[in-house]
């Protein structure tokens, strides 16, 4: 993949993080939605820090 599709993926990522904190804002705590989302943020949260945090390749020059 290269550095700026990672930097896309990364983004949308994030975008997707903070659609679901603020559906979560306006869902009932105690629902099996809410639960839904806490897991969606959680598992969205992992992969957004592992893309973050994988080493940069150098990109190949053309």
């Known amino acids: 993949m290269s550095h700026t599709n990672e930097i896309n993926v990364a983004v949308d990522k994030l ?25 969606r943020i959680r598992v969205l949260s992992a992969e957004f820090q592992a893309l973050v945090n994988s080493p940069q390749k150098p990109e190949k020059s053309k």
């Open 15 to 39: 975008q997707l993080i903070q659609q679901s904190w603020i559906e979560l804002g306006r869902t009932r705590m105690n629902t099996a939605e809410y639960q839904a989302l806490i897991n």
